[in-house]
């Protein structure tokens, strides 16, 4: 609303945008972003899904009408500029803890030490891109900052990446920055955190973990570049707890996935970079956010037909008011991710089938019957629309939601078989899974290459020595 409210306040219509009382911080910080400090807010107090109609009622009329009133016949005041350093201003000076103190103060890192980013060190770190240092990404909401290449690598120190690691964070970004991935949306209230997987040559070169303990810290690359992420999203997005990251109940920043593409060779599976576009042997990132998932253990069995219900079923545990997203208001952007352990994958290519296999075996049997469906639309989520008949009527929804309108038909929890994301990681001897429940178009998977500069070869051997 606040975006909508800015280019019709730029345009000179005057509006009020409606703000219930929780989000009075966000849409302050927002309004900033927007390069619109003095956006007129008018108050509903409370939370309106969480008050009769007539308490509602009562609250927009004794407060929320006057200030609608005001805000469309008065011109806001005006607002003081905000100021913020230059990209190489040195900020503070002093030891390791009084820079993190500044650091943590300043809201600048999110709890944990961070390592000082000394100009020297993000000296290291630009040495491994050919791209320029004030080279902007593109501008990231919501505070409306430049995603520059010296940025990458200020975050990039603070959160203990190595500088070889530096490709991997700009193709990171370059995927943050792409509209398709909706960075915009990272601060709502189910606190979704996006997860990055890597994909070709690299995962190697850099040691990143793709076996046992696979999404587990403990291994530098996977741990610090997830680290960045978050660190990123903060200082450059703008995304700070109890402004503008309204996450209820939020998680922490994920530690990175990277598949298996050995086994992957091994029984015919193409990667999912592959999937994602690019070609095979490629260094990729991929991100996407999820709202939740967990792992499924001890999936027995010693064929698809025996092992996949296990997946079905967990599926289907793991998505309840997600499906909402495959209604019309989502556009059927819901895709979820199942990560496989390599026995299970092996187990299942043994028998002849291909990963396409697997998502047509989940999209025909990770069904709900049509009550339940629309239960979800009605009950546990504010939607427009309830009936997936009326949806289907529309044009808004595929016609196979719809083909009868017996209420214990069972429709898909997706649009396509496509629509499944299948990875394949972890122990090798472990007979695990774990499902990932998607965040849709709020964090739609959005893949980039991942460049290496010039002479990558000598410079990693270079720094890799240096570490030792």
Known sequence: MLRASAVCELAGVPTASLTSEGFLGQAAATSIGLGLPNIPIALVPGHPGAQSKDELRKNVLDVTLGRVIDNLTRMPSPAGKRGEPKARDIVVKGGFSAVNRYFYENELS?????VPPTAEAIEFFLRFTDRDPDESLGVILPDSRAATIWSIAVNGV??????????????AVEAMCDPKYGVEHSGNTPGGETLIMVNGPIIKQLGFNYLQGALRDGFMPNTTIGRFWRLYMRNVAGFLPHKTDKATHGTTWRVVLAENEDVLAEIGWEPNSVEMGFAA??????????????????????????????????VLRY???????????GDGSLRPLV?????LARTIAKAGWSKT?????????????AWKFEHFLREWTVKGTWSLELAVKDGRMPAHFFESSDPERMVPI???????????????????????????????????????????????????????
């Open 414 to 468: 997706v649009w396509h078989a496509r629509d499944f994301m299948i990875a394949v990681s972890g122990d090798p001897l472990r007979n695990n899974a774990y499902v990932f429940a998607h965040n849709a178009f709020m964090g739609y998977p959005t893949g980039k290459k991942i460049h290496l500069v010039r002479d990558w070869e000598r410079l990693l051997a270079e720094s890799q020595k240096c570490a030792s």
């Open 357 to 369: 296999d697997v998502k047509e075996y989940l999209y025909q049997h990770a069904r709900l019957p």
């Open 339 to 343: 990560v496989l352990s390599p026995i």
């Open 110 to 114: 999110d709890g944990l030490p961070i």
């Open 281 to 314: 042997g490629d260094n990729t990132v991929t991100i996407a956010r999820y709202t939740g998932g967990g792992a499924f253990p001890s999936v027995m069995g010693d064929t698809p037909e025996r092992i996949l219900p296990y997946i079905t079923d967990s």
């Open 319 to 329: 998505h309840s008011w997600q499906i909402h997203f495959t209604e019309s208001s």
């Open 158 to 171: 603070m959160a203990g990446c190595r500088p070889e690691y530096m490709p991997v964070l700009v193709a």
